[in-house]
């Protein structure tokens, strides 16, 4: 990793995305792409949910390496 990767990471943080679903009215649902949605939300909550895991069990200092 290049130091420009690292000063671009450290600093970074995304903001929380929000999902917004609309429903059109279809004979036959899409499995592929209801299938993706909810890959994608299993995705980010199991990404938030190791954030949350690992702010709580690093005690505070030991991050910033």
């Given at each position: 990793?290049?130091?420009?990767?690292?000063?671009?990471?450290?600093?970074?943080?995304?903001?929380?995305?929000r999902?917004?679903?609309?429903?059109?009215?279809?004979?036959?649902?899409?499995?592929?792409?209801?299938?993706?949605?909810?890959?994608?939300?299993?995705?980010?909550?199991?990404?938030?949910?190791?954030?949350?895991?690992?702010?709580?069990?690093?005690?505070?200092?030991?991050?910033?390496?």
């Amino acid at each position: 990793m290049s130091k420009s990767d690292k000063k671009r990471r450290r600093g970074a943080s995304r903001p929380e995305r929000r999902v917004s679903v609309r429903g059109v009215p279809r004979e036959v649902p899409d499995a592929k792409k209801l299938s993706q949605a909810l890959i994608a939300l299993a995705v980010a909550q199991a990404e938030k949910d190791a954030q949350t895991t690992h702010e709580r069990t690093t005690p505070r200092g030991e991050n910033s390496k």
